[in-house]
């Protein structure tokens, strides 16, 4: 099974188990349809079975899971990740999940550039981390430089704008 991150558990909310979750989504309502997820701490991954979701209006979720029914329990999962299935992610469209843009290779004219190893969230639009063969470089996420997403075979093609790659020695 692969997982995917979906959000970290920040501490214990209250006396009965209930966790307080930072997410990693933009549509924090997803949520609320969900029945399993899987905890983790970066070595080992464990199935918990939704019992509860609750979203404050900040967008902060709190889950109940079975299993964790105080709130020493929910102290021993602090920090760890809020994973997911990956075949649970619903497909979006005409948008991408950052973990499928992650690790596609970057081409130009049929030139491959590097791989895009992180995507960066910022004020306006979004930059793609790409990592070349001598430096890093960034492209900016916009309609008129990213021409292509195909996900399956991991390819994006770009069009850079003038000038971006000048530096790169």
Not at 69 to 78: F, G, H, L
Not at 146 to 162: E, F, G, S, Y
Request: glycine share 8%; net charge negative; aromatic share 8%.
């Amino acid at each position: 099974m692969e997982s995917v991150l979906i959000g970290e558990v920040l501490k214990p909310q209250g006396v009965k188990g209930e966790i307080k979750v930072y997410p990693i989504t933009d549509n924090t309502e997803r949520f609320r349809d969900l029945k399993e997820i899987y905890l983790s701490d970066g070595r080992t991954e464990k199935k918990f079975h939704v019992q509860g979701v609750r979203i404050d209006p900040k967008g902060i979720v709190f889950l109940t899971l079975e299993g964790i029914a105080t709130r020493e329990d929910a102290e021993k999962i602090r920090g760890f990740e809020v994973r997911l299935d990956r075949s649970e992610i619903p497909p979006l469209q005409d948008r991408w999940y950052y973990f499928e843009l992650e690790g596609m290779q970057v081409y130009e004219n049929d030139i491959l550039l590097g791989t895009l190893i992180r995507v960066q969230e910022t004020g306006s639009n979004d930059i793609y981390i790409v990592r070349g063969e001598k430096t890093e470089f960034c492209v900016p996420a916009l309609k008129t430089v990213v021409k292509k997403v195909d996900v399956p075979a991991k390819r994006m093609d770009v069009i850079l704008p003038p000038g971006l790659l000048d530096d790169e020695s």
